[in-house]
């Protein structure tokens, strides 16, 4: 039977080596091994990426082309990360805030909607539908130089080929009961969607990971997109 051994390292005893250097396995005192977390190792490796939409005080609007229409339009989302051929990734944080204020012309039954899903059949190419603004793809671990091999796009001012919601990863819905006796309504203020899974479900390319925000009124947020990387064949 094989026995493994430690050297107890918890305190002063911990050590660091140049990559690639042999080191022994590091546990505590009495023997417990310590394990790092599988999703950060990746980000140490450069496999981390995201983006924003929108920045500091300045939300984008939500809706269809061009912000015209406040619904959430299919072929207009407003945001995507394309993922090519032979790539995969893995969601592991996106965030949703709309600052919108109540609005005098509000009504009751007025809606908004913030939706995350997946077409998990193709990549439309990222010149398709002519994003407004191509946001900047941003390595989790700052110090490295590898690049994501996706593609991102948000706010589109054209449309894209219909893209088809095979898998739909989060929604939120917001009502608008109104008063007329009193005439206000709920605020709903300062809405949000938060996915960060527990089970991380791998999309593989080609595919596009899809957001959408809007409403019967018109909608300002903000969002943020972190996933990790790697090739399939690594899978």
Request: glycine share 12%; charged share 20%; hydrophobic share 40%.
């Amino acid at each position: 039977m094989a026995i493994i051994k430690t050297r107890g390292r918890q305190g002063t005893g911990v050590s660091r080596v140049a990559e690639g250097q042999k080191i022994e396995v590091r546990s505590t005192r009495d023997g417990s091994i310590f394990g790092a977390d599988w999703k950060q190792a990746m980000i140490l490796e450069g496999r981390g990426f995201m983006i924003n939409l929108g920045s500091l005080s300045g939300p984008v609007a939500g809706g269809g082309v061009g912000d015209t229409t406040y619904a959430p339009d299919l072929d207009a989302p407003e945001f995507v990360i394309g993922v090519p051929q032979n790539i995969s990734i893995l969601p592991l944080r996106v965030e949703v805030e709309l600052t919108s204020a109540l609005s005098t012309s509000i009504a009751d039954d007025d809606e908004l909607d913030i939706i995350l899903a997946v077409d998990q059949d193709k990549e439309n190419g990222s010149s398709a539908g002519s994003a407004g603004t191509v946001p900047a793809i941003y390595n989790l671990n700052t110090l490295h130089n590898r690049t994501s091999s996706c593609w991102a796009n948000q706010q589109y001012t054209a449309t894209m080929t219909d893209p088809v919601l095979d898998l739909e990863l989060a929604h939120v819905t917001k009502i608008m009961e109104y008063h007329s006796s009193t005439g206000y309504g709920v605020e709903w203020r300062g809405v949000s969607m938060l996915y960060e899974p527990e089970t991380l479900i791998v999309i593989n390319g080609p595919a596009m990971l899809i957001g959408y925000f809007g409403g019967t009124l018109p909608q300002l947020g903000f969002a943020t997109v972190q996933w990790l990387e790697i090739p399939t064949s690594d899978i």
